[in-house]
Nanobody, 126 residues
């Protein structure tokens, strides 16, 4: 059974940092694309970052480029999202997710995800 378990969320002041983790099990971790998404109150879920194994590329949406870094530890079956220079608009529930296939850059599109974790809350105060 595929499981994705996020952790590391919390409350932080603007300009601060947080490090999120997603522990994965139940699939071939080093062969599957995997992504981070977020959903702010009253807004649609949006992509943040993803790793395409097929293209050996990490993608970021424009709003987080230069501030967030996604990495993968295949031995620990964990992906992390290091978030620096946090802004109040980064406040959201953050999810990791698996697409049905490795679509390359489309892995930041929630439409292509088939498995989701339960999320971890990130709150950034001004």
């Amino acid at each position: 059974e595929v499981q994705l378990v996020e952790s590391g969320g919390g409350l932080v002041q603007a300009g601060g940092s947080l490090r999120l983790s997603c522990a994965a099990s139940g699939f071939n971790f080093d062969e599957r694309a995997i992504g981070w998404f977020r959903q702010a109150p009253g807004k649609e879920r949006e992509g943040v970052s993803c790793i395409s194994r097929m293209f050996a590329t990490t993608y970021y949406v424009d709003s987080v480029k230069g501030r967030f870094t996604m990495s993968s530890d295949n031995a620990k079956r964990t992906v992390t999202l290091q978030m620096n220079s946090l802004k109040p608009e980064d406040t959201a529930i953050y999810y990791c997710a698996l697409p049905a296939r490795d679509f390359g850059s489309r892995c930041t599109n929630p439409f292509y995800m088939e498995r989701w974790g339960n999320g971890t809350l990130v709150a950034v105060s001004s």
